[in-house]
């Protein structure tokens, strides 16, 4: 075995110094994550054959329509999380309001909050393309064995003790960082393990890449359009290639790996664009900035956004760190 087929486990245990709080800690959140995706990716990778394609006939708190297996991974993440007895609270893309956990029984030591995006790129799921789950854990900042509150939640990116999410895809990974760069563990199916397959994931400083929809251009800011406009030029090391595969996780994992920017702007369709901050942009711009990429709203640094609800959305600008600051500046010039 070369140093790069470690499991999972084995790999949380060798770096547990790294993780500011008792490791054992971190390997309960871990493991019930590892546990949650390998149940949804058993469904997902047999999505046709059985009743989980389609909406589920429901809308949830952002006015979608609930697909059946957001309902399921949902589900799924919510109960591995409940039983790891470590975390005091969840909030989820599909939940209105954070579930609160054992937060009758004053004995109990959960320090920690998830939110999660169960099910990213809903869109795609019928359709074989695809699609991920994210993740991203805060410690509490409420007393311990008190109630948890929103508080505990609304806190900035910066905040976070971990991150990560699970693609998937052509194979099955999950991606994850404690603030001490960035790994990949892939799927071995046959035996439900997760090996490190991508040690030490770097954003290539500048890629050929950029990921928007395009089909929604004539609502983008100026800046924006003037930036797509950049990137099609003859120019240079330009025009890049324009992929969009219109599920972020997948967007993004490709651009880590090729180098590449991802883009979803405020527009006169969505005044604060679409992705929401908590379970979307917070824990993939902690992975970004963690791989030597950047992420901002156009303007400044996702991390330190200060969150004022739960659902609020944000536009976001990830990926390669000059592509993302050569955008900032197109921006800069309408600000
Ligand atoms: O279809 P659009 O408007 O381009 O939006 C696609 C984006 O919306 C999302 O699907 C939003 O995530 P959910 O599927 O979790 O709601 C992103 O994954 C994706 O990048
Ligand atoms: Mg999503
Ligand atoms: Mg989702």
Wanted: charge should be negative; hydrophobic fraction near 35%; aromatic fraction near 10%.
């Amino acid at each position: 075995m070369t140093k790069k087929n470690k499991t999972l486990g084995e790999f949380i245990i060798e770096n547990q110094a790294e993780f500011q709080y008792s490791s054992g800690e971190l390997s309960k959140l871990i493991n019930a994550i590892r546990l949650a995706a390998k149940v949804v990716n058993h469904e997902v990778n047999k999505a046709g054959l059985i009743d989980i394609l389609g909406a589920a006939g429901d809308t949830n708190v952002q006015g979608e329509s609930q697909q059946k297996l957001d309902v399921l991974a949902n589900e799924k993440f919510i109960q591995a999380l409940k039983n790891r007895e470590i975390v005091c609270g969840i909030a989820s893309e599909e939940e209105e309001d954070f579930i609160s956990i054992n937060s009758q029984d004053h004995r109990h030591q959960n320090k920690y909050v998830v939110l999660i995006d169960p099910l990213d790129g809903s869109s795609n799921i019928d359709v074989n393309v695809s699609v991920g789950t994210i993740f991203s854990i805060y410690r509490r900042v409420t007393p311990i064995g008190t109630p948890v509150t929103l508080e505990d939640f609304l806190q900035p990116g910066v905040n976070q003790v971990a991150a990560g999410y699970i693609i998937y895809g052509t194979s099955t990974m999950l991606v994850y960082t404690t603030g001490h760069g960035v790994n990949g563990f892939t799927l071995n199916p046959a035996i439900g393990t997760f090996y490190l397959s991508h040690p030490n994931m770097t954003f290539p400083q500048t890629g050929k890449i950029y990921s928007i929809n395009e089909g929604n251009y004539i609502h983008f800011p100026q800046g924006v359009k003037d930036y797509i406009k950049y990137c099609q030029m003859e120019e240079g090391d330009r025009p890049y290639t324009s992929r969009y595969i219109g599920s972020l996780v997948s967007d993004f994992h490709r651009n880590m790996i090729k180098g590449g920017i991802y883009i979803y702007p405020k527009s006169s369709l969505n005044s604060d664009g679409k992705l929401r901050l908590l379970y979307e942009c917070n824990p993939m711009a902690l992975l970004a900035e963690q791989a030597g990429g950047k992420a901002s709203d156009g303007y400044g640094r996702i991390l330190e956004i200060e969150p004022t609800e739960l659902h609020q959305r944000v536009p976001f600008f990830c990926g390669s760190l000059k592509m993302v600051e050569k955008a900032e500046e197109f921006m800069a010039r309408y600000a």
